[in-house]
């Protein structure tokens, strides 16, 4: 399958604890991007990635959040001292690089984690 | 904030056409109109886009207004497999997508 991957599917915390979350690209794409998803709403922009380089990040994602990307390839998401409004889908998409002033390349997501925190 | 408008829930018949309205008054004239759609459980996945012309492809139509400020998702035929959560989305080449609440699809058989 050479589809956007995320492990694990579901993961189950208790409050104060740290969780890590993996995504794995589309191996072509350069860009990859973590969005978190609450009931009823659309996915919120959280940070992405051009390589192994951060290059945004939003004033949602708090200190406790940190993302990597070493390689430039797969990506994790950790979450420290997880508190219960953490508990959210985190869902991870990546995309080739905008090179061309004409073009607005899509975004490919993958399942997302659903993270539970009690 | 998303910069569209769209209902918070439409219901279609099966192997009917669906036009699924999105307002974006405030478009700029580099913003791309996108549509996402998010099946149940799942991710969203890639609709359709355009910037000023009518676009076509395997999975929908997309009509975009003369000045830009509405445009509309059409399904040819709505099967069962459609009902999901659409969302049209504006954005700038370089800028992240921010999505709104979107509009449930319902397909009844």
Redesign the interface.
């Known amino acids: 399958d050479t589809g956007?991957s995320q492990n694990p599917r579901h993961k189950i915390t208790k409050r104060g604890q740290n969780v890590t979350f993996r995504c794995d690209p589309i191996s072509e794409h350069n860009r990859l991007?973590w969005y978190r998803q609450t009931l009823?709403?659309?996915?919120?922009?959280l940070t992405?990635f051009q390589n192994e380089a951060q290059l945004?990040k939003s004033r949602l994602l708090s200190d406790r959040f940190s993302a990597e990307r070493p390689k430039g390839s797969f990506s994790t998401l950790e979450i420290q001292r997880t508190e219960q409004g953490d508990s959210a889908m985190y869902?991870c998409?990546s995309s080739l690089p905008?090179l061309s002033?004409q073009i607005?390349y899509?975004?490919?997501?993958?399942?997302?984690t659903r993270l539970t925190v009690t | 904030d998303?910069k569209t408008t769209q209902p918070n829930s439409m219901e279609s018949n099966e192997e009917e056409p669906v036009h699924l309205p999105c307002n974006h008054s405030t478009i700029s004239g580099t913003d791309?109109i996108?549509w996402y759609r998010q099946l149940p459980?799942?991710?969203?996945?890639?609709v359709i886009?355009g910037?000023t012309s009518n676009v076509n492809n395997r999975m929908a139509s997309l009509a975009i207004a003369e000045d830009r400020k509405s445009s509309t998702l059409i399904l040819h035929r709505a099967t069962l497999r459609d009902a999901a959560?659409y969302?049209c989305i504006l954005?700038d080449?370089?800028q992240?997508?921010?999505?709104?609440?979107?509009t449930r699809l319902s397909v009844l058989p």
């Open positions: 956007v991007y009823g709403q659309g996915p919120e922009f992405y945004e869902l998409a905008e002033q607005s899509e975004q490919y997501f993958g399942p997302g | 998303a791309y996108h459980s799942q991710g969203p996945e890639y886009h910037l959560v969302y954005r080449r370089g992240n997508f921010v999505f709104g609440p979107g």
